[in-house]
């Protein structure tokens, strides 16, 4: 066994790297700055933390969340690996017992938040504690144009300056190539090594629904999945207060989380999260950067998102422990008439344009009767061909088509009679008002009423146009100007179809309800009356220790127990998971339940069930 794969196996009890884990580790023990974009739950922090264990001195990770910072330390502490953290949680006399430790050299990785680094007094303490690698965690905060801009990140390329001979390490879990650059230049990596991991996550599922009494649609999702975990987020500080009030009032366990509550609150609401005394968290876009809960089973979007990029983010926070998990948005065209009106507020021009590409496209996503994998990986340049997919709902029940040519060509002559009246383009919803034959000022000062377009769609409804001009955006039939105000303007390929009256097909609506569940990538099979046993004893060891159960063991590492019966310490060599430290703490009790649960009931076969004898 290699010296790497032999302090995954004794530390964190894996028997093999993920994708580009060994790549990314061993150029940054070569002494090489690195550029590591994986995805949520594709193992970055390994990346950093065998490095840590196999050099001396301190590697220096930048974070930018309190709870990220102790719910990683808790982490690395229950495996045995000598970790600290350095915020404003802690008091003075805790913080200074801390600093001396460093001073003595007593560990082997400190997290800390960016503002702190900048300080005047820590300049000689970081130049004394003999650091090997400083590891940007979210690294994406750098750049304004990713989704979680932080100035504060800026800021960090002085560590340059302060320490020139030691490498940096920049991991992000999501950036466009806009981003990455940003990324490399502000943090001034040199001839950095670039990994990109795909953006596919296997695990999850994908599906859209139209936003249709969102509470009752809501409650009948989570119902269903009675003992898992889950975020809804929503875009309102007040929806997610009136969400999590329903949902607990109906018998859910639920709490809001916004940046309106105190820090008080949100600690205690998120540490209850975290802990599984609170199975929903009810949130702002304020929740869940850097949270490594593993065991979110579900993520709904009760609104629309802003941009694709967040989106992705959002939704990786389920299944980070590559089990099964589904990721639910609920779509609405009122929601995307408040998302335009939030736009128009934006008074710089180039803020606002980029804002309202990024909204198409998340439009585009929503609306989209294609596969989604293929929507969210194009969106970041990977092209994705395995199509069906087989986890998501276009790919699972794809939508039924119709002869949409009458609409079509009604909607491209009105944009063109239009244009040719009065020699300008208008936007979408205009558009639509003239086919509906709306009675608006401007329809009337333009003399739209005087067009023969006007009122020939008032058999429709308005929200139906809506959809079938965006399909039209989406075919390549229309496409929006590139000026302050965007217009709609025909494409050559919608001059052709208007002449040549050639068929077009375009999509019926979405369902209202979710399709079946589906089978996706990671389910691990397992006695699922064990696993609750299993479930119940991690459960109580964590509360002894004060931690979340998932510090004691992730979900995964349950079901194989609950596949595999391990019933003697040994067996534990064969579970991932399962590291030295954690074998020698936690083995003994649970191969004790394990045995006593098989006293009372047969060991369930499965297919590639290991032989202990």
């Known amino acids: 066994m290699s010296a790497l794969l032999e302090v995954l196996k004794l530390s964190f009890g894996y028997t093999e790297f993920r994708a580009l884990q060994r790549e990314i580790i061993e150029e940054s023990l070569a002494g090489n700055d690195v550029f590591a974009l994986l995805p949520t739950g594709g193992g970055k922090s390994l990346c950093f933390q065998i490095p840590a264990l196999i050099q001396p001195g301190l590697t220096l990770v930048v974070s930018p969340l309190i709870a990220l910072m102790k719910d990683q330390v808790d982490s690395l502490q229950a495996s045995g690996i000598s970790a600290t953290f350095l915020n404003s949680s802690l008091d003075a006399s805790?913080?200074?017992?801390?600093?001396?430790?460093?001073?003595?050299?007593?560990?082997?990785?400190?997290?800390?938040?960016?503002?702190?680094?900048?300080?005047?007094?820590?300049?000689?303490?970081?130049?004394?504690?003999?650091?090997?690698?400083?590891?940007?965690?979210?690294?994406?905060?750098?750049?304004?144009?990713?989704?979680?801009?932080?100035?504060?990140?800026?800021?960090?390329?002085?560590?340059?300056?302060?320490?020139?001979?030691v490498p940096v390490m920049a991991l992000t879990a999501t950036a466009t190539g806009r981003v990455r650059e940003d990324i490399i230049n502000h943090l001034k990596l040199r001839e950095p090594k670039c990994f990109v991991a795909s953006f596919n996550r296997p695990n999850l599922s994908y599906r859209v629904i139209p936003k249709d009494k969102p509470l009752q649609q809501i409650i009948d999702f989570v119902k269903k999945r009675d003992h898992e975990s889950g975020i809804i987020y929503c875009s309102s500080r007040k929806g997610t207060e009136s969400l999590a009030e329903s949902l607990a009032d109906r018998g859910i366990k639920a709490k809001p989380y916004h940046a309106g509550l105190t820090n008080k609150e949100r600690d205690s609401h998120q540490e209850l999260f975290l802990r599984d005394e609170v199975k929903v968290i009810c949130a702002t876009v304020a929740f869940g950067m850097g949270i490594n809960k593993p065991n979110v089973r579900y993520v709904i979007h009760h609104d629309l998102p802003k941009n694709l990029e967040g989106y992705y983010q959002e939704?990786?926070?389920?299944?980070?422990?590559?089990?099964?998990?589904?990721?639910?948005?609920?779509?609405?065209?009122?929601?995307?008439?408040?998302?335009?009106?939030?736009?128009?507020?934006?008074?710089?021009?180039?803020?606002?344009?980029?804002?309202?590409?990024?909204?198409?496209?998340?439009?585009?996503?929503?609306?989209?009767?294609?596969?989604?994998?293929?929507?969210l990986m194009g969106y970041f340049g990977e092209t994705w061909e395995e199509v069906p997919c087989g986890a998501c709902d276009?790919?699972?029940?794809?939508?039924?088509?119709?002869?949409?040519?009458?609409?079509?060509?009604?909607?491209?002559?009105?944009?063109?009679?239009?244009?040719?009246?009065?020699?300008?383009?208008?936007?979408?919803?205009?558009?639509?008002?003239?086919?509906?034959?709306?009675?608006?000022?401007?329809?009337?000062?333009?003399?739209?009423?005087?067009?023969?377009?006007?009122?020939?769609?008032?058999?429709?409804?308005?929200?139906?146009?809506?959809?079938?001009?965006?399909?039209?955006?989406?075919?390549?039939?229309?496409?929006?100007?590139?000026?302050?105000?965007?217009?709609?303007?025909?494409?050559?390929?919608?001059?052709?179809?208007?002449?040549?009256?050639?068929?077009?097909?375009?999509?019926?609506?979405?369902?209202?309800?979710?399709?079946?569940?589906?089978?996706?990538?990671?389910?691990?099979?397992?006695?699922?009356?064990?696993?609750?046993?299993?479930?119940?004893?991690?459960?109580?060891?964590?509360?002894?220790?004060?931690?979340?159960?998932?510090?004691?063991?992730?979900?995964?590492?349950?079901?194989?127990?609950?596949?595999?019966?391990?019933?003697?310490?040994?067996?534990?060599?064969?579970?991932?998971?399962?590291?030295?430290?954690?074998?020698?703490?936690?083995?003994?009790?649970?191969?004790?339940e394990i045995r006593s649960y098989l006293e009372n009931n047969p060991k369930v076969l499965f297919r590639d069930v290991k032989d202990y004898s």
Request: with cysteine; aromatic share 8%.
């Open 94 to 165: 805790e913080s200074k017992a801390r600093l001396q430790g460093l001073h003595n050299g007593k560990y082997k990785l400190l997290y800390v938040a960016p503002e702190r680094l900048m300080l005047d007094s820590w300049e000689d303490k970081l130049q004394s504690w003999n650091i090997n690698l400083i590891a940007i965690d979210e690294a994406h905060c750098i750049s304004e144009w990713g989704h979680d801009f932080r100035p504060e990140y800026r800021k960090i390329s002085q560590l340059r300056k302060l320490l020139p001979d």
């Open 315 to 375: 939704t990786g926070r389920a299944g980070r422990d590559a089990l099964p998990s589904d990721c639910l948005l609920l779509f609405s065209a009122g929601d995307v008439a408040k998302q335009m009106h939030f736009l128009d507020e934006i008074s710089d021009e180039d803020e606002q344009r980029n804002a309202r590409t990024q909204l198409q496209q998340m439009l585009h996503y929503a609306e989209s009767s294609g596969c989604r994998r293929v929507d």
């Open 394 to 592: 276009n790919c699972l029940s794809p939508r039924e088509s119709f002869d949409g040519t009458i609409h079509a060509q009604k909607l491209l002559s009105c944009v063109y009679r239009i244009r040719r009246a009065g020699g300008f383009g208008v936007g979408l919803n205009h558009v639509v008002e003239v086919l509906t034959g709306a009675n608006t000022e401007k329809i009337r000062r333009w003399n739209h009423d005087q067009l023969s377009t006007y009122g020939i769609g008032k058999d429709t409804h308005r929200s139906q146009w809506l959809a079938i001009g965006r399909e039209l955006l989406r075919m390549g039939f229309l496409r929006l100007s590139a000026g302050e105000h965007q217009v709609l303007e025909l494409t050559p390929a919608g001059i052709e179809a208007l002449k040549s009256r050639n068929p077009i097909q375009l999509t019926k609506p979405m369902t209202k309800t979710p399709s079946t569940r589906p089978q996706r990538s990671g389910a691990i099979d397992c006695d699922e009356a064990l696993f609750e046993r299993l479930r119940i004893l991690r459960k109580k060891l964590a509360d002894e220790r004060e931690v979340p159960a998932y510090i004691i063991f992730g979900d995964n590492t349950l079901r194989q127990m609950a596949r595999y019966y391990p019933e003697d310490e040994d067996d534990f060599d064969s579970i991932s998971g399962v590291g030295e430290k954690k074998k020698a703490e936690f083995a003994a009790l649970f191969a004790g």
